[in-house]
T-cell receptor, first 112, second 116 residues
Framework: DQQVKQNSPSLSVQEGRISILNCDYTNSMFDYFLWYKKYPAEGPTFLISISSIKDKNEDGRFTVFLNKSAKHLSLHIVPSQPGDSAVYFC???????????FGKGTSLLVTP | ETGVTQTPRHLVMGMTNKKSLKCEQH?????MYWYKQSAKKPLELMFV???????ENNSVPSRFSPECPNSSHLFLHLHTLQPEDSALYLCASSQGSSGGTTDTQYFGPGTRLTVL
């Protein structure tokens, strides 16, 4: 059973606007969450992370929000740029193991 | 070379062949991982090595055999694979047990494997 879900397979946003990518999880033991970005023919690239003791982490144009009670996190990209077009994966892990549990990804297209 | 490298990038093999995938990390990390990404599925963890010791085997069939001779190198030996094993195989590395609860994994570019 999949513990990390990204229910939107794709998202299209205009350049300069906000992109919001969503992720839900079912395991309440998850305490560290990550977002990865993947271009075709490349491996996933680490983007930003958040631990369960925080509800927000910001790095430049990227902000991740965590709502533990709803078991939901989101990635905001402001402003979106055409170079942000990629597949974005949400991942989560517990403190007791190494395994990252990944969602299926959301394909973001930023149009000029 | 920087980061995590993988060779070969593409591999086509028959079901009776034996081949190996190689991964090398240049980040000074202590943990290395093999993941599999099949079409329409999320990345699935296969194996974890921490300080050269295998710490996780995620119920992977024995036709996949990992080897970690040192903290910088990781191999995946393949033999008598099936067509359904065709997938993208990704290697990753992290600080490992010394990385604490915020240990972050960094990925290589992957090997696209096709089994005929």
């Amino acid at each position: 059973d999949q513990q990390v879900k990204q229910n939107s397979p794709s998202l299209s946003v205009q350049e300069g606007r906000i992109s919001i990518l969503n992720c839900d999880y079912t395991n309440s033991m998850f305490d560290y969450f990550l977002w990865y970005k993947k271009y075709p023919a490349e491996g996933p690239t680490f983007l930003i992370s958040i631990s369960s003791i925080k509800d927000k982490n910001e790095d430049g144009r990227f902000t991740v929000f965590l709502n533990k009670s709803a078991k939901h996190l989101s990635l905001h990209i402001v402003p979106s740029q055409p170079g942000d077009s990629a597949v974005y994966f949400c991942a989560a892990r517990t403190s007791s193991g190494y395994a990252l549990n990944f969602g299926k990804g959301t394909s973001l297209l930023v149009t000029p | 070379e920087t980061g995590v490298t993988q060779t070969p990038r593409h591999l086509v093999m028959g079901m009776t062949n034996k081949k190996s995938l190689k991964c090398e990390q240049h980040l000074g990390h202590n943990a290395m991982y093999w993941y599999k990404q099949s079409a329409k599925k999320p990345l699935e963890l296969m194996f974890v090595y921490n300080f050269k010791e295998q710490t996780e085997n995620n119920s992977v069939p024995s036709r996949f055999s990992p080897e970690c001779p040192n903290s910088s190198h990781l191999f995946l030996h393949l033999h008598t694979l099936q067509p359904e094993d065709s997938a993208l195989y990704l290697c990753a590395s992290s600080q490992g047990s010394s990385g604490g609860t915020t240990d972050t994994q960094y990925f290589g570019p992957g090997t696209r494997l096709t089994v005929l």
